[in-house]
Every structure is written in C-alpha cells, then in structure tokens.
C-alpha cells in the first residue's frame, strides 16, 4: 500500500514540474527569455569569469567618468594656455606661444591677487582648523555614538542648498539691518550698524562657513576611530586634560588634519561667487582675476586659462608638500 502511495506521489510531483516548466516557457517575460539564453549564459560567464575582470568592469566607468570630465577638462585647459587665440575663427592657424604666461610675471596687478588670494586660503585654511576642532572633537568623544549619526545630520543640513543660497545667508546675517547688528543694538553696544559687508570679515566668515563641513568631516573619522584606552592610560599615569590632548589626540589625529586642511585649502583657492558677493575691492582673489579674462573676447582666453593653470598648479605643489610634511610628522607619531 505505501508503495502505491509513494508512486502516486512521484508521478503527481512529476506532472506538476512538467506543468511548471510549460507554464514557466509560456509565461516568461522577454528579459526573461534573453537571461535564459544559451548565448546570454555563454556570453556573461565569458566576461565575468574571472575577479579581474569583473573588477575591470566595476573600474570601467569611475575611470571613464574622471578622465573625461576631470582629467579631459584639465588638459584642454593647458592646451588653451599655450596658443595665442582661443576659441578660433574659420581659417586660422593657432600659434604655440609662452606669452600668456609671461604677462603673468610682467604685472603686479596680476602678481598681488596671486598671493593674496594664497596667503587668504593658507590663514583662513588654519581658522577652519581651529574652530571646527573643538566640535569635532566633542562630536566623536562625548557624544553618545548612536546620538552621533542624529548631530551629524544637523550639521549636513545647511549644506543640502547650493554655494549661492548659503552666500546670500551670510549677507542677510551680516547686513545693516541684518541679525548681527539688530542683536548689538538691542543689548545697547552700537547706535549705528557695524559695516561688515564687503569686507575681509565678511569674506571671511563666508569662506569658512562654506568650508567647515569638508574640515569637520575629515576630523570627526580621525577623532572617532581613536581608542579611549590611549587617553585613559595617559590619565592613569598622571598627564593632565591638556598633557593628554597635546601629547596623544592631537598627535593621532593629524592624519584627520592633513585631509582636512588639504580640502579647504585646494577649495578656497577656486571659490568665485562667494568673493563677489561678499568681498570688495581691497579683496579681490585671483578667481576674479581669472573670470575677467574669460568675459571678454575670446582672445583673452588663452590668458585666462595661462593664469588658472597657474593658479592649480601652485596650490597643488603647496598641498603636495603639506601632505609630506604631515605624513612625516604622523611617521614620527608612530615611532
């Protein structure tokens, strides 16, 4: 009897994958039909066959993006520095030439936003440094790590809107009757608004406030990762609040520091709408300088990428050498 049964059972299982197998044929979609390919299956066990190539294939489009619209953009750019007319007309020849670069060094109204513009990213580089460290460091060693994600997320929010709408933040915080002054002339300090407007301070402050975010992140995973037990230790031995800041989070944390700064950096030496909405004469930065060359003819092209080249260049050699000097003070650390 149970042998019955059990044969029952085999041929009612068998109908019912024959069915399956029918109805599966009849009722699979079109992507369906090609994933089921003999030459779909051939094709893709070809080109994913090895972990090479599939990493060749997860590589293949970053490399496509950063060459064409990084690396591309870049090398047009010095091509453009180095010809004597740009974009050219129907008919002519365009012509190798160094001048561009040479009526750099012939002006010093060229040279002096140069350097300023240098000198402004280098200081207010430090400024960001020094008051976001603090947050930072309070952020990563004495908030609770699942409260972490929740102030993390407050600060990110002012970043959701673009370069333009926190500028204009900063004018109407800054402004005659803007906060600032509203609140010293309600707690009696000033009887007339403080011109911050068009100002070093003003461009400042900008700066920094459309900057904090790529110096705190940085910061934040450095500070984060480091072991309580080091501090603790120190402690236990006898160093100080401060002995245990200078001689162990500091330290370890310059790794944090060097990427940091190397952002902010690299970012406050491009920025353009921020100083002409806020900065005035005696601020002008070398990005103005650059754009009044590309408003023009196009003549006047060549020159301004000669001076943008100019520009990436230098803060890039500066950034490099930044990046050695940490890494030498960070191999010291670890000694």
């Given at each position: 009897m149970s042998g019955k049964v059990q044969t029952s059972a085999a041929t009612l299982a068998g109908d019912l994958g024959a069915g399956n197998r029918s109805g599966g044929r009849e009722g699979r979609s079109f992507w369906g039909a090609i994933a089921a390919s003999q030459f779909y299956q051939a094709f893709s066990n070809a080109l994913l066959s090895s972990p090479r190539r599939q990493f060749a294939i997860l590589l293949a489009f970053p490399v496509l993006w950063v060459l064409t619209q990084h690396l591309g953009p870049m090398l047009q750019m010095f091509y453009v520095s180095f010809v004597d007319a740009y974009p050219v007309s129907r008919g002519y020849q365009n012509e190798f030439t160094l001048d561009n670069y040479a009526r750099f060094f012939g002006s010093a109204i060229f040279i002096m936003p140069f350097f300023r513009t240098?000198?402004?990213?280098?200081?207010?580089?430090?400024?960001?440094?020094?008051?976001?460290?603090?947050?930072?460091?309070?952020?990563?060693?004495?908030?609770?790590?699942?409260?972490?994600?929740?102030?993390?997320?407050?600060?990110?929010?002012?970043?959701?809107?673009?370069?333009?709408?926190?500028?204009?933040?900063?004018?109407?915080l800054l402004g005659n009757n803007g906060a600032v002054n509203l609140a010293l002339k309600w707690l009696g300090l000033i009887d007339r608004p403080i011109p911050f407007m068009y100002t070093g301070f003003s461009l400042s402050v900008g700066i920094?406030?459309?900057?904090?975010?790529?110096?705190?992140?940085?910061?934040?995973?450095?500070?984060?990762?480091?072991?309580?037990?080091?501090?603790?230790?120190?402690?236990?031995?006898?160093?100080?609040?401060?002995?245990?800041?200078?001689?162990?989070?500091?330290?370890?944390?310059?790794?944090?520091?060097?990427?940091?700064?190397?952002?902010?950096?690299?970012?406050?030496?491009?920025?353009?709408?921020?100083?002409?909405?806020?900065?005035?004469?005696?601020?002008?930065?070398?990005?103005?300088?650059?754009?009044?060359?590309?408003?023009?003819?196009?003549?006047?092209?060549?020159?301004?990428?000669?001076?943008?080249?100019?520009?990436?260049?230098?803060?890039?050699?500066?950034?490099?050498?930044?990046?050695?000097?940490?890494?030498?003070?960070?191999?010291?650390?670890?000694?």
């Open positions: 240098l000198a402004f990213a280098a200081t207010l580089t430090l400024a960001t440094l020094i008051l976001t460290y603090p947050v930072a460091y309070f952020l990563a060693r004495h908030v609770k790590r699942s409260n972490q994600m929740v102030f993390l997320l407050l600060l990110l929010i002012p970043f959701w809107v673009g370069e333009i709408v926190r500028t204009y933040a900063i004018m109407i920094i406030y459309l900057s904090a975010l790529y110096m705190l992140l940085p910061l934040y995973s450095a500070l984060e990762k480091l072991p309580r037990s080091y501090t603790e230790a120190a402690a236990d031995l006898g160093a100080g609040p401060w002995t245990r800041f200078w001689k162990v989070t500091l330290p370890l944390s310059l790794e944090g520091i060097s990427s940091g700064a190397t952002l902010v950096f690299l970012i406050s030496t491009g920025y353009y709408a921020t100083p002409v909405l806020l900065g005035g004469p005696s601020t002008t930065v070398f990005a103005e300088t650059i754009a009044g060359f590309f408003h023009t003819a196009g003549d006047e092209w060549p020159t301004g990428a000669a001076f943008a080249c100019l520009m990436f260049v230098t803060a890039l050699a500066i950034s490099l050498a930044f990046g050695r000097l940490m890494t030498r003070l960070q191999k010291g650390v670890r000694k």
